[in-house]
C-alpha cells in the first residue's frame, strides 16, 4: 500500500469519525432513532444557543466593543446549526453520493494500481482538514475554561459579589444567581463548543472528502481514456477488440454521469452552507480584524483567539472554495485527455459521435444556491468585501 493510499485511508475515518461522534452519520441500524436524536438535540441546542447570543448582540447594538466580540460566536453557532440542519434534512442522498463514490474508487483501486498520481492532491486535502479541526479545538477550548479561569480567580478574593461567567456572551431570559443554575448552563454551553467542533469538522471534512474522490475519478477517466482509446494500427482490422473498446467507452460514460449526480447532490446539500458561509465569514472576519486593531486597552490573551479565530474563518472559507477549484481544473484535464485520445482517426462515426457528446459537456463547477460559482475567487471575494465592512465599522465607530 502507498503512502498516499494510507493517507486516503486515515482521511476517510477522520471525517466518518466526526460525522459518527456529531451524529450525522447515517445509521441502518435497529438504534437509528436513537442515534437520530443525537442530530435533533445537536440542532435543538444550537439553535436555543443561537437566541440567546443574538438576544445579547441585539441589547449591545450601541456597543462597539461588546457588538464585535459576540457577533464572530454568534455567526460560529449559525454556520454550526445551518450544517446540522442541511445535512440532517439531505442525509440520505448525500449516504447514496458517499456510496457510489466510495464503489467507483474502491472498484478502480481493486483493477488498476493508481500510485502516487492519482492521489496527488490527497496530503493537502487531509491536512487541511486537519488544521482546521486542530485550530477549532484551540480556540473551542480557550473559550471553555475562560470562565472557570475567571470564577476561581474573581471569587477567591470576593465573597460577597460572585460572578457566574459562561463561554458564550449570551442574554437569557432569567438571571443565573446560584451555583447549581450556572452549573447548568455551562454544561450546556460545553456542548455547544462540542457541536461547532463535531459538526463543523465532520460537515466541512465530508464536503472536501467528496470532492476529492470525485477529482480522483475524473483523473482515472482521462487515463482512462489516454491509454484505452488512443488508435492502435495492428487492431484496426480486429472486430473483438474493437467491441471491447465500445464497452469500455460505455463504462466510462456512465462512471461520468455518476460523478455529475453526485455534483448535483454535493451542490443541493451545501449550496445554503456555502452561501450563508461566504455571509458570515466575511462579517465575522471584519469584527474580529476590528477587535484586533481598534479596540484599545486590549488583553494579549484576547488578540491571539481573534488571530486564531481569523485564521479558523480563512481556512473555512478556503475549504470550501479551494475543493471546488481542483474539480474544475480536474474537469479541464479530463476534457483535454479525451481530446487528445485520437478520437477522430476511428471510421465508425458513432464511435466518434460520442467522443464528441463528451467534449460537448461543460466543465464541472459548484454552484451555491444556482448564485455564484463556488472557486477561488469567491475566496479572494470574501477577503475584498470583509476589508470593506471592516473600513465601514471603523468609520461608524469614529462618528460615534
Given at each position: 500500500m502507498s503512502?498516499?493510499?494510507?493517507?486516503?485511508?486515515k482521511y476517510a475515518s477522520f471525517v466518518k469519525r466526526f460525522l459518527l461522534l456529531s451524529g450525522m452519520c447515517p445509521i441502518t441500524k435497529k438504534r437509528d432513532v436513537f442515534y437520530r436524536c443525537i442530530s435533533i438535540w445537536s440542532i435543538f441546542s444550537s439553535f436555543i444557543s443561537l437566541c440567546v447570543v443574538g438576544n445579547f448582540c441585539s441589547q449591545n447594538v450601541q456597543n462597539i466593543a461588546l457588538l464585535t466580540a459576540s457577533f464572530s460566536l454568534f455567526c460560529a453557532i449559525l454556520n454550526?446549526?445551518?450544517?446540522?440542519?442541511?445535512?440532517?434534512?439531505?442525509?440520505?442522498?448525500?449516504?447514496?453520493?458517499?456510496?457510489?463514490?466510495?464503489?467507483?474508487?474502491?472498484?478502480?483501486?481493486?483493477?488498476?494500481?493508481?500510485?502516487?498520481?492519482?492521489?496527488?492532491?490527497?496530503?493537502?486535502?487531509?491536512?487541511?482538514?486537519?488544521?482546521?479541526f486542530t485550530?477549532?479545538?484551540?480556540?473551542?477550548?480557550?473559550?471553555?475554561?475562560?470562565?472557570?479561569?475567571?470564577?476561581?480567580?474573581?471569587?477567591?478574593?470576593?465573597?460577597?459579589?460572585?460572578?457566574?461567567?459562561?463561554?458564550?456572551?449570551?442574554?437569557?431570559?432569567?438571571?443565573?444567581?446560584?451555583?447549581?443554575?450556572?452549573?447548568?448552563?455551562?454544561?450546556?454551553?460545553?456542548?455547544?463548543?462540542?457541536?461547532?467542533?463535531?459538526?463543523s469538522t465532520g460537515v466541512d471534512g465530508f464536503f472536501s472528502f467528496c470532492l476529492f474522490r470525485i477529482s480522483v475519478m475524473l483523473r482515472l477517466l482521462g487515463f482512462e481514456f489516454e491509454m484505452r482509446f488512443s488508435t492502435d494500427e495492428k487492431n484496426k482490422a480486429n472486430k473483438e477488440y474493437e467491441e471491447n473498446r465500445k464497452r469500455i467507452f460505455q463504462e466510462c460514460v456512465n462512471k461520468h454521469a455518476l460523478l455529475l449526480k453526485c455534483r448535483d447532490i454535493v451542490q443541493e446539500a451545501y449550496g445554503p452552507v456555502i452561501l450563508l458561509t461566504t455571509i458570515t465569514s466575511a462579517t465575522s472576519l471584519c469584527t474580529l480584524i476590528f477587535q484586533v486593531l481598534q479596540v484599545k486597552g486590549q488583553i494579549m490573551g484576547k488578540i491571539i483567539m481573534c488571530t486564531v479565530f481569523i485564521f479558523m474563518k480563512l481556512l473555512q472559507t478556503f475549504l470550501y472554495a479551494w475543493p471546488a477549484d481542483v474539480?474544475?481544473?480536474?474537469?479541464?484535464?479530463?476534457?483535454?485527455?479525451?481530446?487528445?485520445?485520437?478520437w477522430y482517426k476511428h471510421k465508425d462515426t458513432?464511435?466518434?459521435?460520442?467522443?464528441?457528446?463528451?467534449?460537448?459537456?461543460?466543465?464541472?463547477?459548484?454552484?451555491?444556491?444556482?448564485?455564484?460559482?463556488?472557486?477561488?475567487?469567491?475566496?479572494?471575494?470574501?477577503?475584498?468585501?470583509?476589508?470593506s465592512y471592516y473600513f465601514l465599522l471603523e468609520t461608524i465607530d469614529k462618528d460615534k
Open positions: 503512502k498516499e493510499l494510507k493517507i486516503y485511508r454550526t446549526t445551518m450544517k446540522a440542519c442541511c445535512f440532517f434534512i439531505y442525509q440520505n442522498k448525500l449516504q447514496q453520493a458517499n456510496d457510489i463514490l466510495s464503489s467507483m474508487l474502491e472498484q478502480a483501486l481493486s483493477e488498476t494500481d493508481i500510485g502516487s498520481i492519482a492521489f496527488s492532491w490527497v496530503r493537502t486535502f487531509y491536512r487541511l482538514i486537519y488544521l482546521q485550530l477549532m479545538a484551540i480556540n473551542s477550548t480557550i473559550h471553555a475554561f475562560k470562565p472557570l479561569i475567571t470564577r476561581i480567580l474573581y471569587n477567591a478574593n470576593n465573597t460577597t459579589n460572585l460572578q457566574y461567567p459562561l463561554p458564550f456572551p449570551a442574554s437569557y431570559p432569567w438571571t443565573i444567581d446560584s451555583m447549581l443554575v450556572w452549573q447548568l448552563h455551562y454544561l450546556f454551553d460545553l456542548n455547544i463548543v462540542w457541536n461547532i467542533i463535531s459538526v474539480i474544475l481544473i480536474e474537469s479541464d484535464r479530463f476534457r483535454h485527455k479525451v481530446y487528445f485520445s485520437d458513432s464511435f466518434a459521435k460520442g467522443f464528441t457528446l463528451i467534449l460537448a459537456q461543460r466543465s464541472i463547477v459548484l454552484k451555491a444556491c444556482d448564485l455564484m460559482q463556488v472557486s477561488l475567487d469567491l475566496f479572494v471575494k470574501v477577503l475584498n468585501t470583509a476589508v
